[in-house]
């Protein structure tokens, strides 16, 4: 007989994600995915100007803090067709690519990692035998004995204790943890030093844009960040070089920390490329815009079908009408009024709070499709997009990785084995290897259009009378995300936001269909129903940010949802 368990809320994530699974015999047979908040920014911004928008859409999320700012100011310049200058361009660029080098890396060692790490075993560890397993592994200088025992230390202090902190809720001890004790006291010693990295490059996004989270520096038309070399008030050439070198610094931890740390989890956990694939339509945008009018990008998206790379779609432009016209929002099974499958700049934000129900409606976040079929969207879908286009670092970046867990795990893995619960995480560390590429690109464009004497951060927008529409998009650290506005004599007539975790923690759709985490789920092997970590690590795998999916606004101050933990 199948076994309803409920794990809410769902942690180590941002916002409020409730997932129902039935589990008959020992795998998941049916899920359900609710988020039990609801965002109302969409209401908020009605009748604003829109070159503000971007500061409130801004606040949906304290953890993606700077990709609606981005997504939104995109929108508007769509619509009014305005250019954007270079250098504010190869800014933009900059802080976008090192945002989602910091979220990547916090996001597999500080939110993910510990489904798979087991913190109490690797108090059991030799600390000279685990050195010397990391010597195989990378060239990484801080894998001495000396240090992996200096953090052993540390986590027995926690344990006698019997206080162990942000450890403190993890399933030390299950069935599902694999690793040797070696293995484990060498990923928690990285996870500690991950704590530092990714702090060193949220500092490129701090200076560029004059603070993080939530970054000041955008205007619609471009940037706030004057250039003036000869002024210690603005972006001078000193800051760039200091930039540079935080650049550099992330840059082994990378190659030779990251991508290794994930190539041997997905090698001692193999049979997790068996797991997760889910829902196989992927969509990802272009991103990195390399000229003024966002027609050509440093990096490419677009549709995969049915995990078809050689049915690849590309998206070439902001004003791409494959994009544009084959984005809808289902409402059948969310908390909405009526059933209808929108197209964003038709699209409503109408609560109807009914209560869970399996067959009917049962969440906040509503039900994106494109071409009418639900799609995955992520690290994955940008990384396959990104191969199937025949592009150099991410197929170098991919090959390597894949080849260092083959090796590891005493077998050939290719590009099919990254359709599955940890084939997105080595997804998304290609993509970071990736992305430091990229972030060296931008910084040199900049200093060489910087040298060429061109000064220009801004064009000014002018609105016209009558309504515009536009949309603005942009490849997240968890997909890809779009805003969509209707502007009418300057003013905002209409506001959707189609965010990643909407695509992916979606539920079923006016077919009937499973989103992406209630897909991937189906076939999940469940040891232990009263403690189910392998639900986790599946959904974890997305990175789920249901604060941007969903937010709570409620003027009267009801109670909407009552919320019941589950361990």
């Not at 199948?2 to 047979?29: F, M, N, Q, W, Y």
């Not at 025949?390 to 867990?405: D, M, S, V, W, Y």
């Not at 927008?461 to 300057?490: D, Y």
Request: charged share 20%.
């Amino acid at each position: 007989m199948a076994k309803r368990i409920v794990v809410d809320p769902i942690t180590r994530i941002e916002g409020h994600l409730r997932i129902e699974c039935e589990i008959d015999k020992g795998h998941v047979s049916k899920a359900w995915s609710s988020g039990t908040m609801w965002r109302g920014i969409e209401l908020i911004l009605k009748d604003k100007d829109p070159r503000e928008a971007w500061i409130f859409t801004q606040r949906i999320c304290g953890v993606c803090t700077t990709v609606h700012a981005i997504a939104s100011v995109r929108a508007v310049e769509n619509a009014l067709k305005l250019e954007i200058p270079m250098n504010a361009q190869h800014i933009r660029n900059i802080i976008i690519a090192a945002h989602s080098i910091f979220d990547h890396i916090v996001h597999f060692y500080h939110l993910s990692a510990l489904d798979w790490v087991d913190i109490v075993s690797a108090t059991k560890a030799n600390p000279k035998a685990a050195a010397d397993l990391a010597a195989k592994l990378s060239p990484w200088p801080n894998n001495s004995a000396q240090e992996l025992k200096a953090v052993q230390d540390r986590l027995k202090k926690f344990v006698a204790s019997g206080q162990l902190g942000v450890f403190a809720s993890g399933y030390w001890g299950h069935p599902a943890m694999k690793l040797s004790p070696e293995v484990n006291l060498l990923a928690t010693s990285h996870y500690f030093q991950a704590l530092d990295y990714q702090r060193k490059i949220n500092k490129v996004v701090a200076i560029l844009g004059s603070k993080t989270p939530h970054i000041q520096n955008l205007a619609v038309g471009g940037v706030a960040n004057p250039i003036n070399p000869d002024s210690q008030s603005t972006l001078t050439v000193e800051r760039l070089y200091f930039i540079k070198t935080l650049i550099d610094e992330i840059g082994d931890f990378i190659n030779h920390v990251y991508q290794v740390d994930v190539a041997a989890v997905g090698a001692f956990y193999a049979e997790w490329t068996g797991y997760g694939a889910g829902v196989t339509n992927y969509l990802s945008a272009p991103e990195f815009p390399q000229d003024t009018k966002g027609d050509s990008f440093a990096l490419p998206g677009g549709y995969i079908p049915n995990k078809d790379i050689a049915a690849f779609k590309p998206i070439t432009s902001f004003n791409d009408p494959f994009f544009i016209k084959n984005v809808k929002e289902s409402v059948k099974h969310s908390y909405y009024k009526g059933d209808d499958n929108l197209h964003p700049w038709q699209g409503e934000t109408d609560p109807n709070f009914t209560g869970f129900e399996d067959d009917g409606k049962y969440s906040w976040v509503k039900a994106p499709t494109f071409l009418d079929k639900p799609a995955q969207v992520g690290p994955l879908a940008n990384v396959l997009a990104m191969y199937a286009a025949g592009h150099e670092p991410t197929i170098r970046h991919a090959n390597n990785l894949l080849a260092q867990a083959g090796s590891l795990a005493g077998t050939k893995l290719g590009l099919g084995t990254l359709h599955s619960t940890i084939g997105r995480h080595a997804a998304r560390a290609v993509r970071t290897g990736v992305l430091h590429e990229v972030i060296n690109t931008e910084w040199a464009a900049l200093m060489a259009n910087i040298g060429k004497g061109d000064y220009t951060t801004f064009n000014e927008p002018v609105f016209p009378k009558g309504e515009i529409q536009g949309v603005g998009f942009h490849e997240a650290p968890r997909g890809i995300l779009s805003h969509w506005v209707v502007i009418e004599n300057a003013k905002i007539k209409n506001y959707q936001c189609v965010v990643p975790s909407t695509w992916n923690a979606g539920p079923r759709n006016d077919k009937d269909e499973m989103g992406p985490y209630e897909a991937s789920l189906m076939g999940n092997p469940v040891a232990d129903p009263e403690n189910p970590l392998e639900v986790l690590r599946t959904i974890h795998s997305f990175d789920p940010c249901l604060a941007c999916a969903i937010h709570l606004f409620d003027p009267e101050r009801r109670e909407l949802i009552k919320v019941h933990t589950h361990v």
